[in-house]
């Protein structure tokens, strides 16, 4: 995971000392406290964070598996190194206080790690073992190359944190625009659009455009950091749904009959007549695919950069009102009224999973941005949070008093609820956990009936459509606070746009690829393996790959008697029924072992039983 | 006399060949009528007597000799017969050369001659293709073996990550700092002025690249001397090797007499040489004699000849009738007191004194002539030996005491006595409970080991008493273990013999003993077990009331425990409500409105409908992913009377399902057949198993995930070629190699016919086969 450093982004201080914990990166002429001649003194680490960065002393080359990781930061001993001072002078006779690489944390390079080596390999050639060993040394060598990228990671995450007792949620948004800067506190404001009625709004990947459209055809985009507006249309028609695509240059409006795409001129480009009565839009940002959800029960999968239709899936659930996508390998959430939520890919006629959520009809469903966790809310009032590593089980579950209407992600795993007209924000407690449900991190009472949610992107903002208009509120620690420069740069310019633009249609990802786990591509088709081995044997009339029968080896001093060698053969065909015995036995055991517990254990009251 | 003796040949031959061919019987009386006639002189006679014996000794068997037919001229011409004198002879080709006269030169010629002839025919030559395949097959192996310097090197381009051609030979990529700093100069202004600092500070600015000691050893050996070096150690080592040959050779000489005389001599030679170095040397003398000391010890520590060795002691048993047995044993005898005699360092003028006194000592006996050493001087050794006798005394001691101690079992010889007396009263200890234990003695013969039934007080009874009796013996066991070998012998006694058989328990064998202890510690065991078995249920019951109230909190334990999540429960189970700090506003636009009227409706109709749709469309998703099974029934087949034969073939199960524990989930088990195109269906060469191939692959490449130095590293080129340079093929320089390897192997492309003598063996064992 490649970070650049930010070019010229200057740090958008969006709280006050009194509130937000913010971090500041220490600057070097800032350093007063300390002696300015640096590697003149190899003394002792100056303060805790250069600690963690203290080098070690560097180990045996050849054992490159751990040396160049450090469990934990150490302080280097002096006396260790003045042992062999002339090693390590120089020229000038200066000594290097901090001699080899600096170390890396562990858990920072374990986080850039993929090989699972939990499974256990089975006894390979030494060739093979080659292979394998410049394999996991390529991987180490890359996670901790990674890790040290880190560093330039140098934003950090700003959180509300109450005085002793207070209670964040209390906290309004004047508080908090109070507090912070005359820049940040710009990001808090309200549109009043009282005209054209309920709103969804959606910011485009780098967070820096906003678009909104109202149910009465008020179709807008602008600049919501400069507030510059790029188009103002009104499409006479009711809107359904309004998405960016690719690039704040384009947008995808959900309208009463069918799909239109505007320009950021306010131009019609296309009219999709495929995709009629879309209710609900969401955009494939690799794949480049626009997912339709219709009331007539189909989900498009729409190729933007193409303009074709990939798929178009009959759900078999009514009408479709409720879809998130995941946004860690892109299937596509439904939510259905019989309570369920169905998982969907293009290249699947069916749905990949198919969930019982609520007992009512599903109200609104999220994805985290990790994949890990997915909120639901029901017509049963209540909000759920599951988890989709594989077994969909609900890991906490509120009632709300009112049901949550909508519900999403923010970059950081904060989640927001629309019920009513409030909004109700909760945190997790570290990244990569699940929000809590215990306690509210923030409230705000809009002007109206929330009718549509999002996060911005790479800001502590939360944009929320509702009758009255769009309200942007701060959400301290919402947003990711480090962004990739290549990726979806905020501050990027035309030109930039236009080159990533074209990289990212070269390494667009095909539809097919879209399934529950994204790192399948990295595994073996196992079925036509098996199926190319059968093949081939049937071919060859014998099986290439078959363990040769024991030929037993010539003995000298006429221990190799005819009788001798058919002995040792028996010997070894034995050994080899003997195992296979005994791993059908164990087998055995298994079953029986499985199988036990499945029965209702005796219980002392069975007596009774009549 | 010739005539009388022709008679008596005649007349012995007559007799002896009586019954011999009539033919022969005829020509040869006439033979020697002629002979007779004719011959006068006694040369002719014994001539003739001389074949005749021949005749006669041809006649019998199978070497009768033909009389060959005359076909050349010979000496002796007979009217009646052709004589067969020197045809019968083979001729020999040394008669050729042989002239009238012997002469010596001719003979070495005739030696080379009997040489070529005792040699064999030359074999026929093998056919034109083997020659070729033998001359193949060895230029193949030679060829090999040449080239197989190069594995290693070509091992490693094909295990390097990257190649770059053309191959250059590598420059020390970091030339040590001071080759840089001789060939640099310090040029501007700040430089020198660094420079002049250093100088005036006297910094080393270039230390010398070696020390002149390392220099000096460099420079050490040229050469010349090295290889004089070399041949010295080896004629050296020549020289040692023969002089070991010839060791060896000398002493694998079995005679006996061979022996003595080399050991006579040696004493003599070593005597006079002894008598020389006095006069010379009398220190070495001195030391000489220390070494004749030395043999006196040996012999008086060995008793080598003291008539206790294997020979000896037949000797003495033959010496009664054997006057050289008897002899022998005396020169042994002598022998020994030679050896044991001490030697008296004494100066010429005391000599005479010390032969009278060698004489006094060879009277006297050994011991005693110890004891007066001991007088003499302080000799450790001696004294050692002396009290050895006394010891020697004791031991004889001892064996009245062994029997006694052997019966115990026990190793140990001394310190017996005490644990005796302890167990004597604890063998008291023991009959007092015995009375208390009769009554139940029978039930624990009875129980087994392992049986883990409720006991009846009474033997309850004698377990607890058991118990305490093995605390004890643990704790007597610590303190002293054979004390708690010992003890552990009773209770077995008591256990298993209750009868008299118990006063003698020390008569019990040693391995016994341990069984007990370790069968009274089992019992001890199985009591605590039995202790413990009674909480236990409890304990589980607590567990298991436990486990259901961490259901919420942890689902993996939940799965486990579990096989089936309660489907109802999931859904159903009452949730806390949040406590808003802010209440929705309640009045709401009027399609919220008419939605939470819907949304009213639909709670009041929502329940376990929804639930048991769900169930039912995942049982039919589990159906239709089922493999079916195979039904080949025919009409009419397999209808007839009887248990009627099934035609369904039954399909293999699959892998389990993945929602089998998750009632709320259906997984779809379909394949993605279109992302399954994209992955990789064949595995490449050195993997054999699929797991192996996808660790490889696990770790993504592409610039996305990577750093740019990572992904630069990732994705080098295998070969790297400078554009517009030729690449030469590999040469032996080029990685360190001498390069006389290639012309070697130019030798044998030249002229492959050419054939060494490890070739001809291999020709010859390829003729063989």
Known sequence: METAPKPGKDVPPKKDKLQTKRKKPRRYWEEETVPTTAGASPGPPRNKKNRELRPQRPKNAHILKKSRISKKPQVPKKPREWKNPESQRGLSGAQDPFPGPAPVPVEVVQKFCRIDKSRKLPHSKAKTRSRLEVAEAEEEETSIKAARSELLLAEEPGFLEGEDGEDTAKICQADIVEAVDIASAAKHFDLNLRQFGPYRLNYSRTGRHLAFGGRRGHVAALDWVTKKLMCEINVMEVVRDIRFLHSEALLAVAQNRWLHIYDNQGIELHCIRRCDRVTRLEFLPFHFLLATASETGFLTYLDVSVGKIVAALNARAGRLDVMSQNPYNAVIHLGHSNGTVSLWSPAMKEPLAKILCHRGGVRAVAVDSTGT?????????????????????????????????????????????GMGDIVNIWAGQGKASP????????????????????????????????????????????????????????????????????????????????????RALAEVDVISLEQGKKEQIERLGYDPQAKAPFQPKPKQKGRSSTASLVKRKRKVMDEEHRDKVRQSLQQQHHKEAKAKPTGARPSALDRFVR | MGILHSHFSV??????????????????????????????????????????????????????????????????????????????????????????????????????????????????????????????????????????????????????????????????????IEHVLSGWKARTPLEQEIFNLLH?????????????????????????????????????????????????????????????????????????????????????????????????????????????????????????????????????????????????????????????????????????????????????????????????????????????????????????????????????EFEERRSLRKISELSQDAEPAGSQETKDSGSQEVLSELRVLSQKLKENHQSRKQKASSEGTIPQVQREEPAPEE??????????????????????????????????????????????????????????????????????????????????????????????????????????????????????????????????????????????????????????????NLPNVIINEKRNIHAAAHQVRVLPYPFTHHWQFERTIQTPIGSTWNTQRAFQKLTTPKVVTKPGHIINPIKAEDVGYRSSSRSDLSVIQRNPKRITTRHKKQLKKCSVD
Request: net charge negative.
């Open chain 1, 373 to 417: 966790y997915m909120a639901t809310s029901g017509l049963d009032h209540q909000l759920k949070i599951f988890d989709l590593r594989g077994t969909y089980q609900p890991l906490s579950t509120r009632t709300l008093p009112h049901g949550a209407g909508h519900l999403a992600f923010s970059q950081r795993g904060l989640l927001v609820a």
């Open chain 1, 435 to 518: 929000p809590s449900l215990e306690q509210p991190y923030l409230t705000h009472r809009l002007s109206g009936p929330v009718h549509g949610l999002q996060f911005c992107p790479f800001e502590d903002v939360l944009g929320v459509g509702h009758t009255g208009g769009i309200t942007s509120m701060l959400v301290p620690g919402a947003g990711e606070p480090n962004f990739d420069g290549l990726e979806s740069n905020p501050y990027r310019s035309r030109k930039q746009r236009q080159e990533w633009e074209v990289k990212a249609l070269l390494e667009k990802v095909p539809a097919e690829l879209i399934c529950l786990d994204p």
């Open chain 2, 11 to 176: 007349a012995s031959f007559n007799s002896l060949l009586a019954l011999s061919q009539q033919e022969e019987l005829a020509d040869l009386p006439k033979d020697y009528l002629l002979s007779e006639s004719e011959d006068e002189g006694d040369n002719d006679g014994e001539r003739k007597h001389q074949k005749l014996l021949e005749a006669i000794s041809s006649l019998d068997g199978k070497n009768r000799r033909k009389l060959a037919e005359r076909s050349e001229a010979s000496l002796k011409v007979s009217e009646f017969n052709v004589s067969s004198e020197g045809s019968g002879e083979k001729l020999v080709l040394a008669d050729l050369l042989e002239p009238v006269k012997t002469s010596s030169s001719l003979a070495t010629v005739k030696k080379q001659l009997s040489r070529v002839k005792s040699k064999k025919t030359v074999e026929l030559p093998l056919n034109k293709e083997e020659i070729e395949r033998i001359h193949r097959e060895v230029a193949f192996n030679k060829t090999a073996q040449v080239l197989s310097k190069w594995d290693p090197v070509v091992l490693k381009n094909r295990q390097a990550e990257q190649l770059v051609f053309p191959l250059e030979k590598e420059e020390p990529a970091i030339a040590p």
């Open chain 2, 200 to 428: 005036k500070n006297k910094q080393p600015v270039a230390d010398p690249l070696l020390t002149p000691v390392e220099k000096a050893s460099l420079r050490a050996m040229s050469l010349e001397e090295a290889k004089m070096r070399r041949g010295e150690l080896q004629r050296a080592r020549a020289l040692q090797s023969y002089y070991e040959a010839k060791a060896r050779r000398e002493k694998k000489i079995k005679s006996k007499k061979y022996h003595k005389v080399v050991k006579k001599g040696k004493a003599k030679k070593a005597l006079k040489e002894f008598e020389q170095l006095r006069k010379v040397n009398p220190a070495a003398a001195l030391e000489e004699l220390e070494k004749i000391e030395k043999a006196r010890m040996m012999e008086r520590m060995s008793l080598k000849h003291q008539n206790s060795g294997k020979w000896a002691k037949s000797k003495a048993i033959m010496a009664k009738y054997d006057l050289e047995a008897r002899q022998a044993m005396q020169e042994q005898l002598s022998k020994n007191k030679e050896l044991t005699q001490k030697l008296q360092v004494a100066s010429e003028s005391e000599e005479e004194e010390g032969g009278t006194e060698d004489v006094e000592e060879l009277l006297v006996p050994d011991v005693v002539n110890e004891v007066q050493m001991n007088a003499d001087g302080p000799n450790p050794w001696m004294l050692r030996s002396c009290t050895s006798d006394t010891k020697e005394a004791a031991t004889q001691e001892d064996p009245e005491q062994l029997p006694e101690l052997e019966a115990h079992g026990v190793s140990e010889s001394e310190g017996e006595e005490r644990p005796v007396a302890e167990e004597e009263i604890l063998l008291r």
């Open chain 2, 503 to 660: 006063e003698e328990p020390l008569l019990l064998q040693r391995p016994e003993r341990v069984q007990t202890l370790e069968e009274l510690e089992e019992l001890g065991k199985e009591e605590c077990f039995q202790n413990k078995e009674l909480p236990r249920p409890v304990l589980e019951g607590q567990q298991s009331e436990r486990t259901p109230n961490n259901r919420p909190d942890a689902p993996k334990e939940k799965k486990k425990k579990e096989q089936m999540i309660d489907l109802q429960n999931l859904l159903t189970t009452q949730s806390p409500s949040v406590k808003s700090l802010a209440v929705p506003t309640v009045e709401e636009l009027e399609d919220e409105e008419e939605r939470n009227h819907r949304q009213m409706i639909k709670e009041a109709f929502a329940g376990d409908d929804v639930i048991r749709d769900f169930l039912k469309e995942k049982r039919e998703a589990v159906e239709a992913s089922k493999p079916k099974d195979v039904d080949l029934t025919l009409p009419g087949w397999g209808e007839a009377p009887g248990s009627p034969p099934s035609f369904l073939i039954k399909a293999p199960e699959g892998p389990p399902r993945k929602d089998k």
